[in-house]
Structure formats: structure tokens, C-alpha cells
């Protein structure tokens, strides 16, 4: 865990029309093999990070480093060693589990044996084998929430980055999911996990870093984080201290 | 492969939407069989069209007698003989004729008397006669044409003008005789010479096409098949833009964007797939102009000789169409605001492109923006094709024009697409 898988240096984002930056002069460093739980109320700037992150919005100020390389200059290098699970359910609804999910693989330029031997495991892996020739609308949340993940797995990123993940779903696939994360994180991938559900974040994530109104007001180990505030009994207490408890846009 | 991925995955959608199959199949197929049944009477001219006219035979004389006959032998006329003008006058009013000609009482008789006195003054006028003592001035001989309002103009320019023709060649031919009789008056031994005035020149109309193809003219089915089946190639705008802002609603656009490389195979492949589509749809509504047509009584579509020039422009009209529907697709954010503004636009292109009426009868300004509109260099083409049996090199300009239009679509589509991909 020595070196950063993600190395944010000074990352500042204003939309137009707006009179105050989504992020601002933001750091952090994210080491490899790490779950990182990117935390912070709505409209708090995670959203926007995680664009620039994955090279869909270009900073203001500041570098985005990710696996040692500069996205402004091999963004393309990047976005081929990544998997993003965005919180919206990005497939075809009119087609199949495994026609989705070979089409994807397709795009990432994977060979047909390997698509087909990765949607085999990971059809296995979430239980969706057998319904593997079924469209994708007549499937439940969980069973969406599922696939969504694979897609953004078949290519076996280095850095996997989700969005709430668990957004809709039923306990089981909730339990499915993060059972999985931490295999995941045992064979070494990175996951960037952005979340309001902080039970999930507690039990997952080896590290957190907190934002609010587009700084980042606290972050590092779990464990190191809770012990600077013993007052805090669970994580989130420890949020609500840090980012009140105004509500938010 | 990713191009090729990219246009299975379309067609996969494509086939599980039964909407958007009716939409790009069958409704144009029913909408070019339509168009052709509603517009083959307009299109068919006078000379296609057997229209009924009532004649009321006041003079019952020879010059009558030579107009029923005139008009007895003409295709395009079926007189209706009546013999009261009030009764006439009522029908026409009505609208059950669209034309009544009656010819007056004691016609002949005052055509024959003015062509005499006419012979005579000319003769005296040379010394060769007497002026005739009993000379009498007489009225013009009205024969009167009674029109339907509603009747279209060049129907009754082309009633008016046969009516005119007649009388014009009876009269000639009565001053001809009248003439002989003068000349022989007193002169037993001079036979009189039976003179047609038809003979001495004759009209012949005929088409600047090739002998295979004489006779073959603008119809219906000529004009509909390719025009409307140009309007359904545009409205292919309708799926493919439908289908693109659908997957960047539901994100899965949004998923292909992050994958590096994909953007070009995206864009290309939908252009491939629907550009098929495209063309598919050209050979599916040239095949009804060409077999079903015929069945229901309308003429068959005719291709001309030039398979590879209808090829050619059908290809570049399916770019074009296809390239307008990407731009469309990728401009818009919303499927309300591309489809209603796509939909409208093809709408708004096709007439002034002279899908709904051919741009010759158009109004000159319209005519000139007509230039600019991609489905009139189409449609020009495909009459320069079936019609005058043009070559590649004729049809060529607007190839290139429709080829433009695609490539400048495309090319604008992929920086508004871009732009949208990096924030």
C-alpha cells in the first residue's frame, strides 16, 4: 500500500453561471488495494470529483493523477484501466444480461473467449446465471443494481469507482454486493465508493475522506479518523460533526 | 469489432421494438401507397382524364354537328347531349359537370352567310365581284362554354382551346370552299377540289427520352415512390435519435463514454446500421412501386436503365438522411425537443424539396430555396434517373451535394458529441 493508485493535487471546479467552485483546491491520495469511502452531504462536491476522476470533466486547477499516470495526458490509458458503476442503471433494457454485457466487453476491446469467460464468473458470482438470456427490464432492482456492477468489472479494472452502489436494493443483493467488494479489495483492486449509506461505508471502506461545500474537511484510515474522535460512537456521528446537520440542497 | 459490435447491438434493439419497425417499415410503405392513390388524379393532366360535358345542340347544323363530332372522337371528352340550356345551367351549378358548350341557334347558318360575305368583299376588292347588295351586318356567333367554378384552370383552358380549334378549322375549311364556289361560279367544267387543311401540317408529340422509354412521363407512382421514400429515409431520424437520447437518459451512454476509444465506434456504428436501414427502406418502397402498385390500378414504378446511378444516389441520399439524424440525435437533449424539431424539419424539407408537389409548381422564391434542400437534389436525381435515363455524370453534383450534407452532419455531430464527452 505504498504507492497512490488516485492523486489529486489542487483540484478546483466552478460551474458556469455559479458563484462559488463545487470543489475547491482539492488534495487527497488514495493508495492502491484501498477502499476509499468518498463521503459528503448532497451537493458537497463528490459527484463533480468523481467526473474529474474519471476524465468525463476537465479541472479548472489542479492534476488528477490515477495508476501513475496524468489524465490530462493518457486519459485514454485511464479510462482503459478503470471501471466505473455510476448510480444510474447504465445498460440496454431491451437486451439481454449477456448481450449487454458482451457488448460492453466488446467496447472495451476484450476478445469474444475472454467476455465470455468473465460474464460466466460473474454471472456466477451475483446469481444471475440462469437468467443471463432475460431482457434487462423485466429484472428487479437488485438484479439491475447487479449487473450494473459486472459491466463495470468485465474488463477487470485496476480502479473501480461506485456511486451508490446499493442505491435500491434488497438486503440480500445489498449483502451480495459489498461481500463481493471485499473479495474485490483482497485481490488488490482499488474502489472508490461514494455513498450516503455510512453503515455500508463502515463496513467496507479501510479509508474516508470527507467532504463538504467542496473541500475536503477530514480524511485517512478508518480506524485513524474514528480514534481522533472518541466522542463519535459510529461513523455517522462522526459525519454529522463534521458537516452539521443543516439540511442540504 | 467495435464498430461491428455497435451495429448488432442496433440491430438487436431495433427488432425488439415494434414501434420503431412500424415506424421505419410499414408506415412509410403505407404512407407512399397512400400519397400515390390520393395524388394519381391531380397528376393525371387533361389528356389523361375523360371529363364529361354536356353539349346542347341549339344550332342542329352542320357547324354543330362538327364540334360533337371533333369532341365525339377525342379520348379525353365524353359529351352529355341536352337540349335545355336552364337545365344545364342548373347541373353545372351543382357541380354534377364541370363544363356545358352550347352552340346557338342558327349557328351554322350565320357562320356560312359571314364566310360568304367575307369571300365576296375580297373578291370585290380585287374587281373579281360584285359587293353584295343584300350585304347585312350580323352578330358574332356566340358559342358559349359554361364552367363549373371549381373546375381546375387547365382543364378549361384545354376545353376552351379544343372548342376554338374546331370552329377555327371549320371556318377555314368553309372559307376554302366558298372560295372554290366562287371561283367556279359559272364554269361548269371546273371540278372543286376536296382540300383536308389537316393534312398540311401535323403536330407530333413526343418525349426527349430514349424509343424504350417513349411515353413514359411524370405520373403518380413516377413522382411518389422516390419522393416519399426519401421523406421515410429522413425520418429515420426518428428511431435512431429516439434510440440515442433514450440510452443518454438511461445512461448507458454515459457508461460508453468512459470507456476509452468507444466514441467513434458508437457514432459510427449507429451511422452504418441505419444507413442500411436506409437503404433497405429504399428497396422495400421501390418494390411497391414496382409490384403493388400495378394491383391497385396505378401505374408500375419504372427504374430506367441506370441501376448503378440509382444505386449511387440512393446510397448518398441514405447518407444524408442518416447524417441529419445523428446531428439531430446528438444536438438535442431531450427526445420532446429532437423529435418534434427532426419531425418538423424533414416535414418543412420534403416540401420545399418538392415531395409533396413538384418544385416546378412551385412559386419561384420557393423554387430557389428549394436548391437548398437535400431531399430536392434527391428527388432531382431520381427523375433524372427513371425519367430522362440520365447518366452517373449528370446525377454526379447532387451526389456529391447529398454526400457533403452527410459528411458536414457527421463532422459537426462529432464535435457537439466530444464536447458533451469532456466537460
Known sequence: MSTSAVRLDGLTKQYPKTNKAAVSNLSLQIPEGAVYGLLGPNGAGKSTTVMMLCGLMRPDAGTVNVLGMNMQEQGTEIRQKIGVASQEIALFPTLTAYENLFYFGRMYGMPGAMIRSQIDKYLHIFGLTEKSKKIVHTFSGGMKRRLNLMAALLHQPKLVILDEPTAGVDVQSRNMILDFLKDLKSEGTTIIYSSHVLEEAERICSHLGIIDEGTLITEGTRTNIMGAHPDCQNLEQLFLKLTGKNIRD | ?423
Open chain 2, 1 to 423: 469489432m467495435k464498430t461491428l459490435a455497435t451495429i448488432y447491438k442496433e440491430f438487436l434493439l431495433l427488432i425488439r421494438d415494434p414501434g420503431g419497425l412500424a415506424l421505419i417499415f410499414i408506415m412509410p410503405l403505407a404512407l407512399v401507397i397512400v400519397m400515390a392513390l390520393v395524388q394519381d388524379a391531380p397528376f393525371r393532366d387533361y389528356q389523361e382524364v375523360k371529363l364529361d360535358v354536356l353539349f346542347v345542340d341549339q344550332d342542329a347544323d352542320s357547324l354543330s354537328a362538327k364540334v360533337k363530332q371533333a369532341f365525339d372522337s377525342s379520348p379525353n371528352v365524353n359529351l352529355v347531349v341536352k337540349t335545355d340550356t336552364a337545365e344545364v345551367k342548373k347541373l353545372i351549378q351543382a357541380g354534377a359537370f364541370k363544363a356545358a358548350i352550347v352552340i346557338p341557334a342558327n349557328s351554322s347558318e350565320t357562320l356560312r352567310e359571314k364566310t360568304k360575305q367575307l369571300i365576296i368583299e375580297v373578291f370585290s376588292n380585287f374587281g373579281l365581284a360584285e359587293a353584295s347588295k343584300d350585304s347585312v351586318d350580323m352578330n358574332a356567333i356566340g358559342i358559349k362554354i359554361l364552367f363549373d367554378p371549381a373546375i381546375k384552370s387547365n382543364y378549361k383552358q384545354t376545353l376552351t382551346g379544343g372548342v376554338q380549334k374546331i370552329i377555327a378549322g371549320i371556318q377555314a375549311q368553309w372559307i376554302l370552299d366558298e372560295l372554290q364556289n366562287q371561283l367556279s361560279e359559272g364554269r361548269a367544267d371546273v371540278k372543286k377540289t376536296k382540300v383536308s387543311l389537316t393534312d398540311i401540317i401535323q403536330v407530333k408529340e413526343q418525349y426527349a427520352s430514349e424509343k424504350k422509354y417513349q411515353g413514359l412521363m411524370l405520373n403518380s407512382v413516377q413522382h411518389n415512390v422516390p419522393a416519399w421514400t426519401m421523406f421515410a429515409m429522413f425520418f429515420i431520424l426518428y428511431p435512431l435519435a429516439g434510440n440515442f437520447i433514450k440510452e443518454r437518459e438511461e445512461g448507458s451512454l454515459l457508461r460508453l463514454r468512459l470507456i476509452s476509444g468507444s466514441q467513434f465506434p458508437v457514432i459510427s456504428g449507429k451511422f452504418a446500421f441505419y444507413f442500411m436501414i436506409c437503404l433497405l427502406q429504399f428497396v422495400l418502397m421501390i418494390a411497391v412501386g414496382i409490384y403493388i402498385m400495378p394491383l391497385l390500378g396505378l401505374s408500375k414504378l419504372v427504374l430506367g436503365s441506370n441501376i448503378a446511378g440509382i444505386l449511387l444516389i440512393a446510397c448518398s441520399v441514405a447518407m444524408a438522411a442518416t447524417g441529419y439524424g445523428v446531428l439531430i440525435a446528438v444536438y438535442f437533449r431531450t427526445p420532446q425537443q429532437a423529435l418534434s424539431f427532426g419531425s418538423v424539419s424533414v416535414v418543412i424539407l420534403s416540401a420545399i424539396g418538392g415531395v409533396w408537389v413538384p418544385v416546378y409548381v412551385m412559386p419561384e422564391i420557393l423554387q430557389t430555396i428549394s436548391r437548398f434542400s437535400p431531399m430536392s437534389w434527391g428527388l432531382e436525381s431520381f427523375n433524372d434517373l427513371f425519367l430522362r435515363q440520365a447518366s452517373i455524370q449528370t446525377i454526379l453534383p447532387n451526389v456529391l451535394r447529398l454526400t457533403g450534407f452527410s459528411l458536414v452532419t457527421l463532422f459537426i455531430s462529432v464535435i457537439i458529441h466530444k464536447s458533451r464527452t469532456i466537460l
